[in-house]
């Protein structure tokens, strides 16, 4: 009998090519030996809530009164909720055309799209379109509607820093096209190297390839960098020289953990650069509410602002957003309480300061802990995480365990980090998850356990390490590769 539709050997084979190594092979052993009652410390996925982090006050209220408006109408109801909570949930309610249970316009509520767009002009110096700014599930969702919208098939090719997330691997595959990857610098603090960049187009090019978009992730995910304006302004020349559109994902635009090098957007650049560029460069940035100090990954709000692209582009998109009707409402009005917070003299302005900051103030510490401590294990080096909320140590791992994983038909990173979990019960995602320069092997932890948890996870990192490079280091010398 011939096989069935979804039969496994009759699937889509883009489908079958697809990986995505955050939630692999080490979190589904993670998962397993949960259920076998070992404590398990996920350290593998971006999810601060998950790890102990509180939700802010206020936008929760607001939600809370958003999700059960009932509440509006007791005459009580001031003495639970601050009046600016309440007054914000009526506002949210009236843009809506039915409460958060009915579909919103599929590029999202018009109203909250237009504090997007003033959030964008406050940040950038520069006015922003409310009519190209979609809302979406989260970013990743619009980073895939981007992707899916560029790539024709197998000879398009889409630029992407590697180490990467593997979003983009994953969705490139997916849609059929093909990742050009160009290669972060980790002695020079995972810096970009043009020239570089230069030579991954010519070697797409003379394999038939055509590069249509470049990715940046700023501040990096997995590697923590941030860029400085001489990169923003190097990587938009080259786009435009190259004719790419230029995908900006700076969903960590408010974990930065150093005074040097302060976020700014990609969009600010290219304006402040003025024409031609500055209206002829396409350019896409995507933002959310599951990052920063909010951690709200659950909630699955976000957005992309598109810029310099044609209307008639712009109608694609919103049709093909139009299959899914709606994006989440209660997404949707937690990203407009991120662009538009407290303010000084709101009632609930000091606690929204206090709650924020204490956050931010606290995954800087963390920063500061995990890299020092990681610097401080045999064999290990980790660049300083100035932004973004991981860690992407090097693991410089002896040839005798690069034999034993080879032996039991493991990547060795993957081996390492198996190891780590079984002993530690530390949650991590092998390198190898990210791309890495051959022969190189690290793992990307998150910086988000409790602090008073984060001296002893390290002590046990620390003593597993020492304890791995012990068995089986020849004790001849090993230096970074």
């Not at 949210?92 to 109203?111: E, M």
């Not at 606290?362 to 860690?391: H, Q, W």
Request: charged share 20%; proline share 7%.
């Amino acid at each position: 009998m011939s096989p069935k539709a979804l039969d496994y050997e009759s699937l889509n084979e883009n489908v079958k090519k697809v990986q995505y190594a955050v939630r692999g092979e080490l979190y589904l052993r993670a998962s397993e030996l949960q259920k076998e009652g070992k404590k398990i410390i996920f350290t593998n996925v971006g999810n601060p809530h998950a790890l102990g982090q509180k939700p802010l006050s206020f936008p929760r209220q607001v939600v809370a009164l958003c999700q059960a408006p009932f509440l509006l109408d007791d005459p009580n109801v001031g003495l639970i909720f601050p009046a600016d909570a309440i007054a914000k949930a009526k506002h949210y309610l009236s843009l809506t055309s039915g409460g958060l249970g009915a579909y919103s316009d599929s590029r999202g509520l018009p109203g909250v799209r237009k504090e997007v767009a003033e959030f964008i002009e406050r940040r950038d110096g520069y006015p922003s379109d409310p009519e190209l700014i979609f809302l979406t599930d989260g970013a990743s969702k619009g980073v895939m509607q981007i992707l899916n919208t560029i790539i024709r098939g197998e000879g398009d090719g889409i630029l992407v820093p590697v180490p990467q997330y593997p979003l983009y691997s994953a969705a490139i595959s997916l849609f059929g096209g093909s990742l050009v990857p160009y290669y972060l610098e980790e002695t020079a603090n995972w810096g970009l190297d043009i020239n570089n960049l230069r030579e991954s187009v010519a070697h797409a090019r003379s394999k038939g390839i055509t590069v249509r978009a470049m990715v940046i992730i700023n501040p990096g995910n997995p590697t923590g960098q941030c860029l400085s304006v001489a990169n923003l302004k190097a990587i938009l020349r080259f786009c435009y020289q190259e004719n790419l559109v230029l995908l900006g994902d700076e969903v960590y635009q408010q974990n930065i953990y150093q005074d040097e090098r302060p976020f700014i957007s990609a969009r600010k650049v290219m304006y402040d650069m003025g024409p031609p560029l500055s209206n002829e460069l396409q350019l896409v940035s995507f933002h959310t509410v599951s990052k920063g100090y909010w951690g709200e990954c659950g909630q699955r709000g976000g957005y992309f602002e598109m810029t310099n692209i044609p209307p008639k582009t712009v109608d694609e998109i919103y049709k093909v957003a139009s299959i899914s009707l709606s994006p989440t409402v209660p997404g949707q009005i937690f990203v407009g309480l991120m662009v538009n917070p407290p303010k000084p003299g709101d009632i609930s302005y000091d606690q929204f300061v206090r709650e924020s900051k204490g956050i931010l103030e606290s995954l800087r510490k963390r920063a500061r802990i995990m890299t020092d401590g990681f610097n401080s294990c045999r064999n290990v080096v980790c660049n300083f995480t100035e932004g973004a909320m991981y860690s992407f140590p090097q693991i410089r791992l002896p040839p005798k365990a690069i034999e034993a994983a080879r032996r039991l038909g493991k990547v060795p990173d993957v081996f390492y980090c198996l190891k780590l979990l079984e002993a530690t019960g530390i949650s991590t995602v092998p390198g190898s998850g990210f791309g890495q320069k051959e022969g190189v092997f690290h793992l990307r932890t998150t910086i988000l356990p409790a602090e008073e948890e984060m001296p002893a996870i390290m002590a046990s990192f620390k003593k597993f390490n020492d304890e791995f490079m012990e068995q089986y280091e020849d004790h001849r010398g090993y230096s970074r590769m």
